[in-house]
């Protein structure tokens, strides 16, 4: 059974932290990682990975895969109040039908 | 913004009812799914379809079923909904075909509440 492991499960700072979020699968046949941000409502699409060492970065955020180790981290610098969402991580694999298997989210919640 | 939409938005529904959400896109994507959202679970897959009249189970399947006669439209049934069922439901779209990977988009859910 694919199995993807999110942590923390829940975390709250400042506004100005770093924030690190793991997220470490058990998957037959790995094709690609993706991160999600949900804020009350659909989760928004943030980053994709698929090679071990390639970091993806937009704006404040970035992320890195290691897929040798089986886990992948989403840093958030300089965070901001609007970054409070939960994070989602989700694995893909390869098959006659494609289908992610999603933790069970982090919970950030980011202080004045 | 993908074109998703799903129907109802919100419900409310009592034990032994029949329920029918539907989800629609726009986006001519052949990948359509169905999830369940709960507090401590995280998002599970309950349906998915890979084509018109092609469907199969996630993990979360049972009481619930599912048809796709056109591309654009894939419905979620609850023949009997009970409590258990009481939950946020996400639609969401995808299209793997050639070398796309699978880069799911979410519709905005509906929640559904069985009393």
């Known amino acids: 059974e694919d199995k993807v492991v999110q942590s923390p499960l829940s975390l709250v700072v400042h506004e100005g932290d770093t924030v690190t979020l793991n997220c470490s699968y058990e998957v037959t046949n790995f094709r690609s990682l993706l991160w999600y941000k949900q804020e009350k409502k659909a989760p928004t699409f943030l980053f994709m990975l698929?090679?071990?060492?390639i970091e993806k970065k937009s704006g404040r955020l970035s992320s890195i895969l290691d897929k040798k180790e089986l886990f992948s981290i989403l840093n958030i610098t300089a965070t901001q109040t609007g970054d409070s969402a939960v994070y989602l991580c989700a694995v893909d694999t390869a098959g006659a039908n494609s289908k992610l298997t999603f933790g069970k989210g982090i919970t950030l919640s980011v202080r004045p | 913004d993908a074109g998703i939409t799903q129907s109802p938005r919100h419900k409310v529904t009592e034990t032994g009812t029949p329920v029918t959400l539907r989800c629609h896109q726009t986006e001519n994507h052949r990948y359509m799914y169905w999830y369940r959202q709960d507090p401590g679970h995280g998002l599970r897959l309950i349906h998915y379809s890979y084509g018109v009249k092609d469907t199969d189970k996630g993990e979360v399947s049972d009481g619930y079923s599912v048809s796709r006669s056109k591309t654009e439209d894939f419905l979620l049934t609850l023949e009997s909904a009970t409590s258990s069922q009481t939950s946020v439901y996400f639609c969401?779209?995808?299209?793997?075909?050639?070398?796309?990977?699978?880069?799911?988009?979410f519709g905005p859910g509906t929640r559904l509440t069985v009393l």
């Open positions: 969401a779209i995808s299209d793997t075909s050639g070398s796309s990977y699978n880069e799911q988009f």
């Open positions: 698929t090679s071990s060492g």
